[in-house]
């Protein structure tokens, strides 16, 4: 089954703990993002990839970051998370290197640092 | 970069009405227009998306506008169910990277 997989679905932790949040997808696609999702303010994107080893900053990248070392896995790494920080993260792939083909999401990791 | 804005925030409609969500957005780069819908608790899914050489776009009871002069674009949604109600995301793309709308909440009352 095609799909995005995003480990894990739900984290409390505690300030300046370094956590990592998976995500993986199956569909050979080129292009990978990060999105962060806060009440009143959408989707906002924080790191994308066209390819292997290939990163870009998105919109709101503080505090974040990110790796491709393998075409499907591409890891969102908070090395010392802060309050500001607690949101509903989704990974999503699309199959160009271009960000105008369709996103298939992951299910969301909500995140909680107190 | 980018600015999106979305209207409205909320959205309430009768069953069989129609409702429209409108986005106009910044960056005249911006080519590729996704629509995603999110249903509580679920992940966002296309439901429909347009580029910047096609002024409208239809798929069933959905269809999309495009007007790059006045840099808006809306999603028409007709003959509304209750498993239309969600939250529904606009979205441009000016060179690799997305910016959405805040979002709409669509409330279709049976």
């Known amino acids: 089954e095609a799909q995005v997989t995003q480990n894990p679905r739900y984290l409390i932790t505690v300030t300046g703990k370094k956590l990592t949040v998976t995500c993986s997808q199956n569909m050979n696609h080129e292009y990978m993002s990060w999105y962060r999702q806060d009440p009143g303010l959408g989707l906002r994107q924080i790191y994308y990839s066209m390819n292997v080893e290939v990163t870009d900053k998105g919109d709101v990248p503080e505090g974040y970051k990110v790796s491709r070392k393998e075409k499907r896995n591409f890891p969102l790494i908070l090395e010392s998370p802060s309050p500001n920080q607690t949101s509903l993260y989704f990974c999503?792939?699309?199959?160009?290197?271009?960000?105008?083909?369709?996103?298939?999401f992951g299910p969301g990791t909500r995140l909680t640092v107190t | 970069g980018e600015n999106v804005e979305q209207h409205p925030s909320t959205l309430s409609v009768q069953e069989g009405d129609s409702a429209v969500i409108k986005c106009t957005y910044s960056d005249s780069a911006s080519n590729y227009f996704p629509w995603y819908k999110q249903e509580l608790g679920k992940r966002p899914q296309l439901i429909i998306d347009i580029r910047s050489n096609v002024g409208e776009k239809k798929d069933q009871r959905i269809a999309v506008t495009l007007n790059k002069t006045a840099k808006h674009f809306s999603l028409h949604i007709t003959e509304t169910q209750p498993e239309d109600s969600a939250v529904y995301f606009c979205a441009a793309t000016p060179s690799n990277q997305f910016y959405f709308g805040t979002g709409t909440s669509l409330t279709v009352i049976p």
């Open positions: 999503a792939s699309s199959l160009s290197t271009g960000a105008t083909y369709e996103q298939y």
